[in-house]
């Protein structure tokens, strides 16, 4: 069995966010193996998350973030369940994270349920007539596969982390769901840029 | 001729938002009268006011305010013509005031012309209900009214600024116009409530 040295254990602790004995007990379970501790990390935390997801997200906070001295701005809600979790810093901190992370990403939409119909009509469009000529299961395939890409770049909850781009915000919310044991939802945002859209 | 105190002076300085010098020039042209030196000073400022309308204003700020510990939020994007504008203490000092008015009064729309038709048809509608009976012309004055008094209470430029609602803010703005030279555009604002609409 390896052994389970602190510099694993804190490894495991800046990749899952989880707290320390957690990490050691996953690594202890899963004999030193890194990947499995952090599969079974995880499955506790999206178990958690997942559980949580369902209770009602009422208190929160709106934050905001000035950029590039006043030609971009943000501001964003984001619920929680109580306003102890409200008011703790790490969880401002997290929001605040998010604001720049908008400022920065510059996504549309928050989800891609929030994309108009005609708009996802006229990119799959666009799509398809890039590969056609092609066996209809592929093309579908390739199509779906750009689909991602265009949610993935527009929507906030699929793009990249900026500042852990190995993490998509969506999991980032997931993450700190588990961390601060409490139901957490992005619930909108809005950027400005001076003479922008 | 009434002298031309300091105490006048000042006086319509605070009424106008006008430079000292103005002020002076104004009360010797109209001997003193105040109400007359204001209407001098409206027309030499409105007039620049309604000139600098045309010109495009694509600079500016974005702007915003946390009230409440994070309860309550706004942004704006005000334009302005020129980049020196946009910096000047005096310009954010006034965006400023107006984020500070959004979040107290909550307008829900820029303009009246902002307000969806079927809403603008709804309040019609109630208000006639409220006055039926009535001969039409007498209906259709009060009617007017109550949608004057309803664009008063939603509309952000019809509103009474909070610092001094003696001044509508479609007014505050062109007083700014007249102060700064430069045309000056509230272009958009967003105001979040945790758990509002």
Redo the contacts between chains.
């Keep these: 069995m390896a052994e389970i040295t602190a510099e694993l254990v804190n490894k495991l602790r800046q990749k899952t966010n989880a707290g320390m004995m957690d990490c050691k007990k996953a690594l202890a379970e899963t004999k030193g193996d890194m990947e499995a501790a952090e599969t079974y990390l995880r499955k506790k935390g999206i178990a958690k998350a997942e559980g949580k997801a369902d209770r009602a997200a ?9 950029h590039m ?9 984001v ?1 929680c369940e109580t306003d102890f979790v ?2 703790n810093e790490n969880f ?1 901190g997290f929001v605040k994270d998010l604001t720049l992370h908008i400022a920065a990403a510059n996504p549309k939409y928050l989800q891609r349920e929030d994309v108009p119909a005609d708009v996802v009509a006229k990119e799959r469009d666009i799509a398809s007539e890039q590969v056609k000529g092609k066996p209809a299961n592929v093309i579908e395939k390739i199509v779906d596969g750009k689909m991602n890409k265009f949610f993935a770049d527009f929507c906030l909850l699929e793009q990249p982390f900026i500042k852990d781009d190995k993490v998509v915000i969506k999991d980032f919310v997931k993450a700190k769901i588990a961390e601060l044991g409490e139901n957490i939802v992005v619930r ?1 945002f ?1 950027r ?4 922008g859209e």
Tied chains: 1, 2.
């Design positions: 009422k208190e929160g906070v709106i934050a905001s973030y000035i001295a006043g030609r971009v701005g943000v501001l964003i809600e619920n409200a008011k401002q909108r809005t400005y840029a001076v003479g």
